[in-house]
């Protein structure tokens, strides 16, 4: 039986989680594909943000599921409407500290960073 590829989508205030966000998925028994694991944190940011952007919304669309982990960063939220606009899959996990678990939540009990709440507000306008 194939594995869902998934795409992990976090903030990058969440970057230094990038490999347990990895190791949660296939202990999932599904393949994680990690933008921070593929692009080492963008590169340095020497790299455009919108090229990033474009090629987090090619792999998206390449994966069988998103799933997102804790706060919703702007970018963040661009990948969910990508997500939403092709029928892709969406879960959503909190992420708790101490110690470190990730626990699925439903869309409603997400929560966003100012910059992602103040893009929904002008898109519920």
């Keep these: 039986m ?4 998934v795409f992990t989508a976090m903030s990058k ?3 230094y989680l990038k490999g347990h966000v990895a190791k949660f998925v296939f202990d999932q028994g599904s393949i994680p594909l990690n933008p921070f694991l593929c692009y080492d944190y963008f590169l340095l940011d020497t790299i455009e943000r919108d090229k990033v952007r474009e090629a987090n919304f090619e792999l998206i669309s390449r994966c069988d599921e998103l ?3 804790g706060e919703v960063s702007d970018g ?8 939403k606009n092709r029928g892709i899959p969406i879960r959503y996990f909190k992420i708790v500290d ?6 699925e939540i439903s869309e409603e009990e997400v929560e966003y960073e100012e910059e992602a709440l103040e ?3 002008r898109l519920r306008k």
């Excluded at 194939?2 to 590829?5: C, M, Q, T, V």
């Excluded at 963040?76 to 997500?83: D, G, P, T, Y």
């Design 2 to 5: 194939a594995k869902k590829l």
């Design 13 to 15: 205030r969440r970057y």
């Design 67 to 69: 799933w997102v982990f």
């Design 76 to 83: 963040v939220l661009k990948e969910i409407l990508f997500a």
């Design 98 to 103: 101490e110690p470190l678990k990730f626990i």
């Design 119 to 121: 893009i929904l507000r």
